[in-house]
């Protein structure tokens, strides 16, 4: 199981995964905005993305929890 | 002589038309959102008024809010600063509709440089060099791929609207011009309300030099001269210098000639930048885009000219004559000494990524041929909201290696505690051997930054 944290404090522009997805390495799970800049979250490995935990407008600060991928 | 101003604008920008108006005896009235009402510009200003949460669409985008703080506070003018609405011909229209001064050029100015396609047109008819591209906006891909077999690989692509870099893609081939063009595309629908794509010859070893104009409330067009703004990550300045130290005197008077007629061209008044592309090797030069607002690096050429530029676009809204005389024309203005622009970046120093947070310690260097354009202090957070721009360190220096040295140092002494900075950047780019001897391009951010 792999947690998908934040690096940054950023606003969830696009989720672009959702649960129940099978993910590969270097997919694009959401995209982050801060300032003025797109930043994508990407998977670091092969799996399924379990949880969700960001929708899109939200706030997330450094270190929060995006995604979990099993 | 406008007797007060509202400056629709945050940060160091706001702080900066705040103290040229405090100073000649405007009273100045800023607005603020709720991520920004701990900001130096607001305490300094003589009044400020909230306009709306953080998000930049409900306040410093939202044009019936700040009209309605002007009104509140009885203002005689609005000076949108830059970004933001300050290139919105709208807005500039609902500011003068209010009975206000609007601290710019004509709205019908604004309208036709803000349309890049009708800018290069309108270029290429007043004789000011334009580089091959489109004459009419992309429609779609098919329609791309034709333009770039008329136009020749590689090829830059655009939103017609936009700025800032957002969306621009360089493309080499046929794949390459697909994928920059539904990215160009996207972000141009989502940052500047239109799709309209625009194509243009991409110049491989370019520099990007731009002339500060300034079209006086006679009717006169000056060129106050130049800055070299090729230090760039993701298409977006991060240092400037004046004069630029790669292009020859002939080429230098070439390009402020062609800037006064670009001005000239839509009867420009007040500040106003004309950026061009230069190709170093050849010794010729492109325009790219003018800008009808103060830019962030307008510093550089208050510190080699000794003119407030922010004092001039006051006087010219009030129809009046600038502070200082204006040489004959067509004599050129000679700088004194040489002057840097760095800008500092809530970013960190290798791959730029952004990194908000609260400052626990602000400190700014002092010393001779200093002046620091900065947004915040300790206590304030930097939030995700707006653009990454902390602070501007800006040097002159009698030559540019004593403006060098003074750089040097200065980067060193400036601490900053808390959001990531790109300090460790500027301290690289200034002991790089192609910066140290003004040999680079707009290349030389990813050679000091390998991917």
């Known amino acids: 199981m792999a947690e998908v944290r934040a690096e940054m404090v950023a606003n969830v522009w696009k989720v672009v995964a959702a649960e129940g997805d099978h993910v590969d390495d270097g997919d694009t799970l959401v995209i982050l905005e801060s300032m003025k800049m797109e930043i994508p979250v990407l998977a670091e490995g092969p799996g399924v993305v379990t949880k969700m935990h960001v929708a899109e407008g939200e706030v997330i600060q450094e270190g929060d929890l995006i995604a979990v991928i099993s | 002589m406008l007797d007060s101003v509202l400056v629709a604008n945050r940060g160091e920008i706001a702080r900066r038309v705040i103290r040229t108006a405090r100073r000649t005896g405007i009273r100045a009235v800023a607005v603020y959102s709720d991520a920004d009402a701990d900001l130096p510009y607001v305490r300094e200003a003589d009044q400020a008024v909230r306009i709306g949460p953080p998000q930049p669409a409900r306040s410093y985008l939202n044009a019936a809010a700040i009209i309605d703080a002007a009104r509140q506070t009885g203002v005689a003018a609005v000076h949108p600063g830059y970004g933001f609405l300050a290139e919105n011909a709208d807005f500039a229209r609902q500011v003068i509709a209010a009975g206000l001064t609007w601290v710019g050029p004509d709205p019908d100015a604004i309208e036709q440089m803000g349309d890049k396609i009708r800018a290069r047109n309108l270029m290429e008819r007043a004789g000011v060099p334009v580089a091959p591209g489109s004459r009419e906006p992309v429609a779609d ?21 936009g700025g800032g870099g957002i969306g621009m893609g360089v493309a080499a081939d046929e794949a390459g011009l697909r994928s920059a063009f539904e990215t160009a595309r ?208 800006c040097i002159h220096g009698a030559d540019r290696e004593q403006a060098l040295d003074r750089a040097r140092e200065a980067v060193v002494a400036f601490r900053i505690v808390g959001p990531k900075t790109n300090l460790l950047f500027h301290a690289d780019l200034l002991a790089s051997p192609e910066f140290s001897a003004g040999d680079y391009d707009t290349s030389l951010v990813s050679k000091l930054r390998p991917a």
């Open chain 2, 141 to 161: 891909v098919a329609a791309a791929l034709a333009e770039a077999d008329r136009i020749g690989y590689p090829v830059m692509v655009k939103a017609a609207a």
């Open chain 2, 186 to 393: 996207s972000r141009a629908e989502r940052f500047f309300g239109s799709p309209e794509i625009l194509i243009e010859r991409f110049v491989e070893r370019a520099r990007h030099v731009e002339v500060q104009i300034l079209g006086l409330a006679d009717g006169r067009v000056l060129a106050l001269g130049e800055r070299d703004c090729s230090v760039q990550r993701r298409h977006q300045k991060v240092a400037e210098e004046t004069p630029s130290p790669g292009i020859s005197a002939g080429l230098r008077e070439r390009m402020l000639a062609a800037a006064i007629q670009a001005g000239q061209a839509v009867a420009y008044r007040g500040a106003g930048t004309v950026e061009c592309l230069v190709d170093a090797d050849a010794g010729t030069f492109v325009f790219l885009e003018m800008n009808t607002r103060l830019q962030v690096e307008h510093p550089v050429t208050e510190l080699v000219t000794g003119i407030d530029l922010v004092e001039q676009q006051f006087l010219i809204a009030a129809g009046e004559p600038p502070s200082f005389d204006p040489p004959a024309d067509p004599a050129p203005f000679r700088p004194s000494g040489h002057a840097l622009e760095l800008r500092i970046y809530a970013e960190d120093p290798v791959r730029f990524l952004p990194g908000p947070g609260t400052i626990t310690e602000w400190a700014e260097p002092v010393g001779a041929g200093l002046r620091v354009d900065a947004g915040y202090q300790a206590g304030n957070t930097v939030t995700p909201f707006y653009d990454p721009l902390l602070a501007k360190l």
